[in-house]
DNA sequence: CTGAAAGCGCTTACAG
DNA sequence: CTGAAAGCGCTTACAG
């Protein structure tokens, strides 16, 4: 360990204000009535040695972390830094710090990265952690809110989330009625994926609310990932199944599908529509540009920390929070960009 | 305060185990022996109890934190989520917390928000902390090491950078060599950017060596920003200027040049060949594809944590870290796309 | 190899 | 409004 001189305590502050350590603590942290003039000494005494309190210990006496912890599974995606922004603006502005957990290289961890013994309260992004985790600190109360996964019923948690369903319906309805596509694929997401599994029953409520049956063969999946969905729209094509229209999942998929129509010489969107879901930083770079949905991911990242400090405050949070999603045309479903950003 | 029964604390197990709390303390860290027998009696009452070490007892104990922070400007940015990547999971494998602090939104906040209150040392991505504040940390020898920027000769900080001359001066000589390119604009970054800087030293060198005379008139600055390039371009295209490639600086500003052209009506690449600097996610899916330079950022990041580990151990760090760059051609510079991802 | 005890640097009843 | 003191839950010399 390299040396350090010592730096300055509370009691050092003190000293100088010639206080006791009590109503030191007391004017920073502002919660007891403290005399206008010694607080002011205090403050001195406080620039003058460049006091920062030590967060352990505070947390150590006050039995509070100040401190709220994200788990997510995939860093490095395009999803992740707009979450993070939201969160990490929200939860700064609280006064609180942000501790971040990936669960993606989660090697056995012999101890549980982030809980009760160093954080207040905890974010959880989709399936990042197992249900049997969740339901083990929903057991002890810990606060908890989950983002883009509705909890077992009988775990009371909020959970923040988009309109899935609603804008997989805007999506595949504008397919069906603004360019008369009846024969529209559907790439679902990972296995149990609730994302997937609300933007399916929006898909099939468009076809239905259109009259347009079910075709099991057009469902496929792509697993929200670019190669995987590259896979799955070469099968289709060499199995040679007929379709006009393409609904990826979401936009990494998106990209996937993109390669395999262009590969098999079918263009977008004469041959085929093409439309995804999220709309990431490179939705409106490729080409043709995406035609998918806004969802308000940094504003999902927001909500979760205020519902959280609901929580940490003893007071009543939301159970559930829906964000309005919206439909951004662009060129890949047929239209004519009507992309404001686009020149 | 939502009640929650108190969890268990080295008392408990120390009682349940039948030995002192210094025991536990001893099989918890194993950094002392302890009789085999003993140990399982304290690891099952460990598991039994579920019981976890308060972090903030630890640090106030021992005086580690054991917590590295991460002091970025952007998040949100398609930079961040590599460099966090190689980040969080290098300083995760190395049994470290990563606290991550965003200076963008800075309004004038009134406590230090990482420093040697509660992280045992800083990684510092360019220009997000003021030259004062590196200052004071590295006077009191609190460990430190920066990302993309030197520090002042006296500070003697580890850095990791990336070779952008090097980077540069391929990409411009790319230009020259395969596709005939002589009246080259360069986009600068914002002021006093070090990467920016290096960037345009090498643009410099690449046309020196090719016996290209430096005309002032075809570097504009584009601050690494889509907006900000767009608007530079407008205008360089309205003075009537004439130049037959852009080397944009970065891949975001590469986007407001691809827009800037366009609108101009310019073909990219045959009137004008555009290249960036970063290979972020999108620049493969833009069209054309861009030619880039492709630089390691996640291991940048990888690198970073490693040094400053070696500090924290007490140890000798590198001085400086360079990484190589590495030239990816796709088709925005003129060549048919070498780039094995596309089909 | 193990225990008793001091101490890390704060917060917060409890008195006054 | 202010202080003395206990206590938060650990680690780590110091003895033995």
Partial sequence: MIHRNRSSTIADVARLAGVSIATVSRVINGNTPVIESTALRVR???SELKFVPRAAARTLASRRTNTIGLIFSEIGGAFFPL???????ETRSAGYELLIHSTQAAHAQKRRPLGEHNTDGL???TSSLEIEELRKLSQINFPLVLMHQTPP???NTPVITIENKDGAEMLVSHLIEKHARRRIVFLQGPEGH???????RGYREA???????FDPGLVVSGEFDEEQAFAAMRKLLLDGIEFDAVFSGDDDAAIGVYRALKMANRSIPDDVAVVGFDDVQFSRYISPALTTIRAPIEEVGREAVRQLIHLLNGE???SLTLMRTELVIR???GCKSHDSHKS
Same sequence: chains 1, 2.
Avoid: N, P, Y
């Avoid at 979450?83 to 603006?89: D, F, N, S, V, W």
């Fill in 44 to 46: 001195d005494a406080i």
């Fill in 153 to 155: 019923d009988e775990m």
């Fill in 194 to 200: 609730e994302d997937s599994q609300w933007r399916e």
């Fill in 331 to 333: 060129e890949s479903c």
């Fill in 123 to 125: 974010l959880v992004f």
């Fill in 316 to 318: 009543q949070a939301q």
């Fill in 83 to 89: 979450l993070l922004k939201g969160i990490e603006a």
């Fill in 207 to 213: 076809l239905e609310s259109h009259g347009i049956s």
